[in-house]
C-alpha cells in the first residue's frame, strides 16, 4: 500500500509522532470523511474551556493590576524575574481587548509549509476573525495565506529570528513596517513566559509608542499557560509547552463559534510523501527548539485532528478549493 512515510525525527516526542501518521493515513483524505461543524460539541468544548481560563481576561494583564517597578517571575523560568517597565505599562490594555466579542467564524493560521500552494487565501479571509502566529509574513503569500489579521502573535524571540534583532536601520525599518500593516489589530506579546525576550519586549514597546503604532497591545496573563495546560491535561493530553498554536485554538473557543485550521501539520512529508517545509515563509528547520523550550506539535496534532474527527473544528492540510 502506499504507505505516508513520515520521518520520527521531527518531534521530541516520537511515540505520538509514529501514532498519529498512523491515524493520519486512515482518517485524513478529504475524500473519506465529509466535515460537518458540531456546534453541540464546539459550545461543551467552550464551557470546559471556561472551568479553566477565561480568553476574555487570560488575554492579557489590564493597567489596574499591574504598576511599574512591579516584579514579574518568568513562567517557565521561575528563579528568573523582569520588571514592569513604564512603556511596558504604558501599552497594557485598559479593557479586555476581546470584552463582549463573539464571532461566528474564526481562521486560525499556524505556520506549517503545508499553507505553500493550498490557494486558501481567500477562504483564510472569509472569516469574521483571523489570527496569525509570530509576525508571519502575508503579503507575499497573500494567495495561500490570505491578508486578512484581526490578531496576532509575536514571540519576543521573533524579533532575532526574523529581523536580526533590529541591528541596523534597515531591519528596524522592515519591522516598522510590518507593525504598521497591523492597522488596528492585537498584537499579542507573551512577554512573561520565558526569559531573555525583556530586551527585544522593550524595543518593541519603544518603537510601538515612538511611532504611534495603531495596534491594540496584549500580553498574556500569567495563569493563562498552567490553565491551558491544565485543560488539556484534564483531556488526557499532556502538553508541557503549549505551542501558540493550541495556545490560540483554547482561547479562540471563547469567542469563536466556528474554528478552522490552517497550516497546522508539523511533519516534513505531506500526504502524497512530498517535502514540506517547517515554516511557510523562512529556512527553518524540523527539530528547532525555541527559547520556549521543545514543543510536542505531533502530539498536539493529534489532539486537534481528533477534534477535527468530531466535528469540534475544521483542519485544513490540503488544498482550498
Ligand atoms: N505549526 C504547525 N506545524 C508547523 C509549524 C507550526 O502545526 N510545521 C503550528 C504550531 O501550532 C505553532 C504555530 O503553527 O505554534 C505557529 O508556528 P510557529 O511560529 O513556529 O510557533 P511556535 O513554535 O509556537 O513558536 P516558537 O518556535 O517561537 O516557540
Known amino acids: 500500500s502506499n504507505r505516508v512515510g513520515l520521518s520520527i525525527n521531527d518531534s521530541s516526542s516520537p511515540a505520538a509522532t509514529v501514532r498519529s501518521h498512523e491515524s493520519i493515513k486512515l482518517h485524513m483524505k478529504p475524500a473519506i470523511v465529509k466535515w460537518r461543524h458540531n456546534e453541540t460539541l464546539s459550545m461543551k468544548i ?14 492579557s494583564v489590564l493597567k489596574g493590576t499591574l504598576k511599574p517597578g512591579d516584579i514579574i517571575h518568568y513562567i517557565f523560568d521561575r528563579d528568573s524575574t523582569m520588571n514592569i517597565s513604564k512603556n511596558l505599562y504604558e501599552l497594557l490594555p485598559r ?13 486560525i493560521v499556524g505556520n506549517s509549509g503545508i499553507l505553500l500552494n493550498s490557494g486558501c487565501g481567500k477562504e483564510i479571509d472569509s472569516h469574521d476573525f483571523v489570527i496569525r502566529c509570530n509576525l ?22 521573533v524579533v532575532q529570528r526574523a529581523f536580526e534583532d533590529l541591528v541596523n536601520d534597515t531591519w528596524k525599518d522592515k519591522f516598522l513596517q510590518r507593525l504598521k500593516s497591523l492597522n488596528e489589530s492585537i498584537l499579542w506579546i507573551p512577554a512573561f513566559m ?6 527585544r519586549v522593550e524595543w518593541v514597546n519603544d518603537l510601538i509608542i515612538k511611532h504611534h503604532i495603531n495596534v491594540h497591545t496584549a500580553y498574556p496573563s500569567l495563569r493563562l499557560l498552567h490553565a491551558v495546560r491544565g485543560y488539556w491535561l484534564t483531556n488526557k493530553v499532556h502538553i508541557k509547552r503549549p505551542t501558540t498554536g493550541i495556545l490560540m485554538y483554547t482561547l479562540a473557543t471563547r469567542f469563536c463559534n466556528r474554528i478552522d485550521l490552517y497550516g497546522f501539520w508539523p511533519f516534513s512529508r505531506d500526504l502524497h510523501q512530498n517535502p514540506v517545509k517547517y515554516h511557510y515563509y523562512d529556512s527553518l528547520k ?6 520556549a523550550g521543545p514543543h510536542a506539535m505531533p ?7 481528533n477534534l477535527h474527527l468530531q466535528g469540534a473544528l475544521k483542519l485544513t492540510v490540503g488544498k482550498c478549493e
Do not use: W
Not at 497573500?142 to 514571540?155: E, F, I, P, Q, S
Not at 502530539?299 to 485532528?305: P, V
Open 299 to 305: 502530539l498536539e496534532f493529534k489532539a486537534l485532528k
Open 136 to 157: 508571519a509574513p502575508v503579503e507575499e503569500y497573500a494567495r495561500d495565506v490570505g491578508m486578512k489579521t484581526h490578531l496576532v502573535t509575536m514571540n519576543p524571540s
Open 286 to 291: 524540523y527539530g528547532y527548539t525555541s527559547q
Open 46 to 59: 467552550r464551557k470546559q474551556i471556561l472551568h479553566f481560563l477565561d480568553a476574555e481576561r487570560d488575554i
Open 95 to 107: 479593557t479586555s481587548p476581546l470584552k463582549n466579542k463573539n464571532f461566528k467564524t474564526c481562521a
Open 194 to 199: 520565558a526569559k531573555g525576550g525583556e530586551e
